[in-house]
């Protein structure tokens, strides 16, 4: 069945599931047990399709970027002297030394000596420049923070990033009356760069088999692993060995509205979150929250009767909350007291910074008794929030945080 096809068939769950819910809702509002469990089903159905749409788009767009050329087409005259000039990490006699290192287990003196100016500090190698590309872009399709944020790039070390701590206003002036100074104030933020890594192991059978493909296996597992870490801290990280995430209680979003239960959300409280946002920041803002927050609050309709919660029918756009887009990730908290169970706002105010040089070492001996082969691979990279008020999240009762 086809993205379009699983799409369509999810708009029909969905309009069954409201023409359910429209039958069969008493006036209290309450479903009885039996149409409760009904009803589930139904919904069951609808988020079990909206997966499943999810993980063919990604294997889509991935497949894609795979398939794509490994080199530029020659566009200019032979023998013009406008070649374009690699070098280091971006050659590719440096490529083809590096999966050679990484395939053998012994490699001759020559190779390893090619590859000098990608050696890091622990013995591992830094990737192609080509590769480090494909790792990124595959991090992007596991990783759904990173096609929120913004993405930065350093070399090494922190990075100062200013910031307006309190803005100017203007003022009336009588006439011939003095002007008032009214300057913006600068504060800093300072991103660093964490270093997040995991181990890879192939047995000794795939990897001497020239069939397999090492550079799409270690791809899409490094992308895996990291990228779910990578969500993990964005969302929930407390600054301690890791990036700060947005929602930590210092330095994260703004509380912009408080549920009045922990463990429902209405559709009042949502309006609520919705303009605590300044009007610039909703023109780009996106709904994020998990599976089980979106389940509860499909149910709910504005005060013309419309549902909230509308599903796209259109590839790779995602269903809408209020005319803006949701985002669903497991790293968002569950409907529970003080959580903070749904996040909304502009999230290319979340700054990511990735230090350059993602890196692969080869375990020869750790594992071999096993038969296998191990690759330890890392990367550093840190985040925060540069401007709080651009997020604001919705808070279940029982925290004392008051909406700011």
């Known amino acids: 069945m086809t993205i379009h096809e699983l799409r369509e068939k999810r708009a029909k769950a969905w309009e069954a599931a409201k023409a359910f819910l429209d039958a069969h809702r008493p006036a209290n509002g309450i479903l009885s047990a039996e149409d409760d ?3 589930s089903r139904m919904e069951q159905e609808i988020t079990d399709l909206g997966k499943e749409i999810a993980r063919l788009e990604r294997q889509e767009a991935l497949d894609a970027e795979l398939n794509k050329p490994v080199n530029k087409p020659i566009t200019g005259q032979p023998m ?3 070649a374009e000039v690699k070098t280091g990490r971006a050659t590719d006699e440096y490529k083809s030394n590096f999966w050679n290192v990484m395939r053998t287990k012994v490699p ?7 590859l000098e100016t990608g050696k890091d500090s622990e013995g591992g190698y830094l990737v192609p420049d080509e590769y480090e590309r494909t790792l990124v872009e ?6 759904i923070f990173r096609s929120m944020a913004k993405i930065i790039n350093t070399a090494s070390g922190d990075r100062k990033i200013p910031m307006v701590a309190t803005k100017g206003t203007a003022s009336w002036i009588d006439e011939e ?3 008032l100074e009214s300057d913006d104030s600068f504060g800093m933020i300072s991103i660093g760069a964490y270093k997040l890594g995991t181990m890879i192991k192939v047995s000794e059978e795939l990897l001497n088999d020239s069939v397999f493909k090492l550079e799409d296996y270690i791809a899409k597992e490094f992308a895996r692993r990291i990228g779910n870490k990578e969500e993990e801290a964005f969302f929930n990280g407390d ?3 890791k990036p700060l995430g947005v929602l930590a209680d210092n330095g994260g979003a703004q509380v912009g509205a408080t549920a009045v239960s922990a463990t429902a959300i209405t559709a009042d409280e949502l309006m609520d979150l919705f303009y605590s946002l300044n009007a610039p920041y909703r023109r780009s803002a996106v709904w994020t929250m998990n599976d089980a927050t979106i389940k509860g609050i499909r149910k709910l309709k504005d005060n013309n009767g419309q549902y909230l919660w509308q599903p796209s029918l259109v590839a790779n756009t995602p269903d809408t909350l209020l005319g803006r887009p949701i985002k669903t990730s497991a790293y968002m908290p569950t409907m529970a007291t003080a959580a903070k169970a749904v996040a909304f706002g502009d ?7 990735d230090r350059q040089g993602r890196s692969f070492k080869r375990l020869n001996e750790l594992y071999a008794a096993n038969g296998q082969v191990g690759f330890l691979g890392s990367q550093c990279v840190d985040g925060k929030l540069i401007l709080p008020e651009a997020i604001k999240v919705l808070k279940m009762k029982g925290g004392t945080s008051e909406p700011q």
């Not at 001759?108 to 090619?114: D, M």
């Not at 595959?138 to 990783?143: I, M, S, T, V």
């Open 177 to 179: 009356g003095a002007y």
């Open 37 to 39: 469990t009904v009803y």
């Open 239 to 241: 600054g301690a060995g």
């Open 138 to 143: 595959a991090l992007e399709e596991e990783n």
């Open 347 to 353: 999230f290319k105010y979340y700054w990511i910074a």
């Open 80 to 82: 013009s002297g406008t």
């Open 108 to 114: 001759q003196p020559h190779i390893v000596n090619a």
